[in-house]
């Protein structure tokens, strides 16, 4: 065969997929979604791989530790946002549907539903995404602007996006995008971001000016609260 998968379980590492490709030319690690893809040649040495990824060891525990799996969402599924607390939850109807109301979301699904399922996964992804979106345009825009007045700040825009990589950004035209993913965080936190895409509409890097005016907005505890981000993970 000339394309091979099987998985393989490792105490500390976990689940680890072992494959093989046609268009694979040398041994390779990578890490998606917190699990370990081991590829190899087609007609490579398993021992040889499973020697590897041992020498690599120390390297994939770091790495999965930025950068873990994410848990099912389903019934089990404890999630607090800015604004609302979820509840998955299933019932007699046939479809999905979510709603939002005193600060819970509620996301309905059918009787029998295989949370396991990949597509079920995306799709109930896709309705927490819609949920953080909305909250995110309801309630981030004049939180910035009002920030920006208070502290004497000129920012010509914002927009909410879906950055997987980035809290916020600020452009050269003193335009800031602002992830959806603030929604999941503290509102101190919210407001570090905020204010540190602020600061880049004069300081347009990470100079020591730049951490100066950050640290004069946030009573000297912009790289404590830096810090404290690094906690929290992007949707």
């Not at 979604?33 to 398993?46: F, N, Q, R, S, W």
């Not at 109930?124 to 700040?153: G, I, Q, S, V, Y």
């Not at 914002?158 to 452009?171: A, D, L, Q, T």
Request: charged share 25%.
């Amino acid at each position: 065969m000339l394309n091979m998968e099987k998985k393989i379980h490792d105490n500390d590492l976990g689940t680890i997929l072992l494959r093989t490709t046609p268009r694979a030319t040398r041994y390779t690690l990578k890490i998606s979604k917190g699990m370990i893809t081991a590829t190899m040649p087609v007609g490579g040495d398993e021992r040889r791989m499973l020697a590897f990824i041992e020498e690599n060891r120390q390297k994939l525990l770091a790495a999965l530790k930025k950068h873990p799996a994410r848990p099912l969402l389903d019934e089990t599924t404890t999630l607090q946002a800015t604004t609302f607390k979820l509840e998955i939850f299933c019932t007699d109807r046939t479809n999905y549907y979510m709603t939002l109301k005193d600060g819970i979301l509620r996301i309905a699904c059918p009787s029998g539903t295989r949370f396991e399922s990949e597509k079920v996964q995306q799709l109930l992804k896709d309705l927490l995404e819609k949920a953080l979106r909305h909250e995110a345009k309801r309630l981030l825009p004049d939180r910035l602007m009002a920030l920006a007045a208070k502290h004497n700040f000129t920012c010509t825009g914002v927009r909410i996006m879906n950055s997987k990589g980035r809290w916020g950004s600020c452009s050269t035209r003193r335009t800031i995008n602002l992830s959806l993913s603030l929604m999941l965080l503290p509102w101190h936190l919210i407001d570090y971001v905020l204010l540190h895409e602020l600061c880049h509409t004069i300081e347009m890097n990470h100079s020591d000016r730049f951490w100066k005016l950050l640290d004069s907005l946030t009573d000297n505890k912009a790289l404590a609260l830096r810090k404290e981000l690094k906690n929290y993970h992007m949707f």
